[in-house]
């Protein structure tokens, strides 16, 4: 079963520049989760799909940041402008559907994209 | 504000020693609590969660962990490490329904652990 994957691997912009992330989720997992880690700090959340809906955005940081998930399938996070902060690697992350109780199953994680903007 | 904290930044051990990474939440309701583990150059890896049941709950490679109620932690353990267990890990908490964004996971800061031959 492949795995989460996340194009590009590296991406070095200026401030200013666009850049547009890709996830590619596991085969039939609802739940497409965006982190980021900035250098030197923790993983944090930025937002949560199921399907092709926003569960829950609050840990998007402003409205520099778009997500879609069109289809239910790969999701794409776009930020336009890149300013300097936004720099850290971005992660992705999927899951199969939420249990009875309300909790979410185990998080795969993908390789990330290392995001630079000069 | 639901948090996460992980005791020790950076570790260095040498083989054969015994590892404790300690982990704390904030939060004193249900958890799911996660450990991952980030090896160099690769991605994030579970390496053991805890939903219910059994406290202790054993991962891979020789991985355990002991959920303390009472303690809201979830201290990482192995008997004795491999040179190969260099790698940077993450206590992870995903809380329940009704304390907001329950499906989302809060990270601890990360312990970076070194171990020379």
């Known amino acids: 079963e492949a795995g989460v994957t996340q194009f590009p691997s590296h991406s070095v912009i200026e401030k200013g520049q666009t850049v547009t992330l890709r996830c590619d989720p596991i085969?039939?997992?609802?739940?497409l989760y965006w982190y980021r880690r900035v250098m030197g700090k923790e993983i944090k959340f930025l937002l949560h799909?199921?399907?092709?809906?926003?569960?829950?955005e609050s840990g998007m940081p402003n409205n520099r940041f778009l997500a879609e998930r069109t289809g239910g399938t790969y999701s794409t996070l776009k930020v336009q402008p890149a300013e300097l902060e936004d720099s850290g690697v971005y992660f992705c992350?999927?899951?199969?559907?939420?249990?009875?109780?309300?909790?979410?199953?185990?998080?795969?994680f993908g390789p990330g994209t290392r995001l630079t903007v000069l | 504000a639901q948090s996460v904290s992980q005791h020790n930044h950076h570790v260095i051990l040498s083989e054969a020693a015994s590892l404790e990474l300690g982990c704390n939440y904030s939060?004193?309701?249900?958890?799911?609590l996660f450990w991952y583990v980030q090896y160099p150059g690769q991605h994030l890896q579970l390496l053991l969660k805890?939903?219910?049941?059994?406290?202790l709950v054993k991962g891979i490679k020789g991985f355990e962990a002991e959920f303390i109620k009472s303690k809201f932690s979830f201290n990482l353990r192995k008997p004795s490490v491999q040179w190969s267990d260099t790698a940077e890990y993450f206590c992870?908490?995903?809380?329940?329904?009704?304390?907001?964004?329950?499906?989302?996971?809060?990270f601890g800061a990360g312990t970076r652990l070194a171990v020379h031959p």
């Open positions: 805890y939903f219910s049941g059994d406290p």
């Open positions: 992870a908490v995903n809380f329940a329904r009704g304390s907001g964004g329950y499906n989302k996971l809060i």
């Open positions: 085969s039939g997992h609802d739940n």
């Open positions: 799909f199921v399907k092709e809906s926003k569960q829950d």
């Open positions: 992350a999927s899951s199969q559907a939420v249990r009875a109780s309300g909790i979410t199953d185990t998080q795969y």
């Open positions: 939060y004193g309701g249900t958890v799911n």
